[in-house]
């Protein structure tokens, strides 16, 4: 809209065109005050009826909430005023008028559940503090990106549509492609492969994935972001260290860049940065002291896979983010190199927060032969990955990476309770639109 001031930006002495949503009408009598909001903040309109033109009195006032409107007129200053200026309208344009029954309450005085927020998206975002989490999850994003390019990591897109799964066939979305057999992506994992395996070596992607989660939690999206990383030449302990990375410079550009976002979500005195380094558990000490916690009913043993509640003991007792190396063999996929000396032992290492697991990942098979063997020993035809598995063939590099939950990190960061509140039109098994 040409030549329209952003609330925020109104200074006294001005004379402006603002625009935005109608967000409150006060009416005090002989005094009126509308107040206007933008992406910005708010601004005070005063209507003093005795003085000004009564069409321009019945228009400013007579609008619903959440009507957009258009407001030229003088800016001043006003220390009564919410931000210290309002205007005085000259005209008042009602661009757009709301229907006066809401489905949703902007003002957030009436709350409303989960469910009615996510049908009502384009309302619930005139809050801020749901405002606050889409600008601080681009925030993120952004740091994330540069962090990676500091690293010297090129960024990738890779498809979407799919012929096999790698994360476990139970969760692939099926689809038809052309008449033939075809699948939503469950991870970028081999491409990132294939591109880290060329001299392109150090590779990051940040996009969806599509998993058929039977489960409903507050932690399953069936369409989530992934924030993929592959590195040739690195082990395991490198990727883990780029990994803590990426999360810390997260941390660090939400407490660095994201002040009023925070305060919007009442964030602003707890905030912090997590402190030291991640400490390393192995898999084998991660049982040991889970079972000494004494949560769960059943011991664990060399070779279980960790419980939710066994997750959630190990996170108090720890109580900080941590990762769990060296998982058995059999837990971890096919991609995932044993270690050398111990082929029960896998490379595969986790980073944890204390709610729940963030990042999987590890060094990976790279050698053709025993790779095959990999796939066999999961039951998995190797003929239907030769795409993948012949460049293996051609000079392949040791190389290993992980998947970063994009919206798990959000999660975590802001102690949101549930994943669906760090997407903006999220897909679980009810939820197909908006
Ligand atoms: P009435 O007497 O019929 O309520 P009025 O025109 O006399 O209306 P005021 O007495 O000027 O209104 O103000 C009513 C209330 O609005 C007061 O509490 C005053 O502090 C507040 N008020 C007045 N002007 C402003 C302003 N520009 N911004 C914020 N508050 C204001
Ligand atoms: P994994 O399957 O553990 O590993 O996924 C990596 C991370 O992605 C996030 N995540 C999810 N977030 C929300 N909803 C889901 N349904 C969901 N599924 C996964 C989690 C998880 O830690 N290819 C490997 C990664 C690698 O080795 O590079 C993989 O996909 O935060």
Known sequence: MQDRTYTAAAEPGDDATVAGWVHEI?????????????????IQVKFE??????????????????????????VEEEPRAPTGVEVTPETVE???????????????????????????????????????????????????????????????????????????????FPITYFGEEAFMNQSPQ????????????????????????????????????????????????????????????????????????????GLAEEFEVPEGEFPRLSYEEAIERINATGELDEQLVWGDDLPTEGEKALGEDVGSHYFITDWPSEIKPFYIKDHDDDEQLS????????????????????????LIEGFEQQGL????????????????????GFGLGGERLIMTILGLDNIREAVLFPRDRQRLSP
Do not use: W
């Open 381 to 400: 035809d190797p003929d239907q990955f030769e795409y993948y598995t012949k460049m293996f063939k051609y000079g392949m590099p040791p190389h290993a």
């Open 26 to 42: 006060r009416d005090l009598g002989g005094i009126a005050f509308l107040i206007l909001r933008d992406a910005t903040g708010k």
């Open 347 to 370: 490379t595969g290492f986790d980073l944890m927060h204390p709610r729940m697991e963030l990042v999987s990942g590890g060094q990976r098979e790279h050698r053709h032969q025993a």
């Open 49 to 74: 009826k005795d003085d000004m033109d009564e069409d321009l009195v019945e228009t400013g006032l007579g609008v619903s909430r959440e009507s957009v409107v258009s407001v030229t007129g003088s």
């Open 94 to 172: 009602v661009i757009s008028e709301a229907e006066p029954e809401l489905p949703l309450d902007p003002s957030g005085k009436v709350d409303a559940d989960l469910s009615t927020r996510l049908d009502n998206r384009t309302l619930d975002l005139r809050k801020d503090e749901v405002q606050a989490i889409f600008e601080i999850r681009a925030e993120i994003l952004r740091a994330v990106r540069d962090q990676f390019r500091e690293f010297r990591c090129t960024e990738i897109n890779t498809p979407k549509i799919v012929a096999t799964g790698t994360e476990g066939g139970t969760e692939l």
């Open 190 to 265: 081999l491409f990132k492969q294939l591109i880290a395996g060329s001299n392109v070596e150090r590779v990051f992607e940040i996009g969806p994935i599509f998993r058929a989660e039977e489960h409903n939690t507050p932690r399953h999206l069936n369409e989530a972001t992934s924030i993929d990383f592959e590195g040739a030449f690195c082990n395991a302990d490198d990727a883990m260290d780029v990994a803590e990375g990426v999360v810390r410079a997260a941390y660090e550009a939400v407490n660095e860049n994201c002040s009023d976002e925070l305060e919007a979500l």
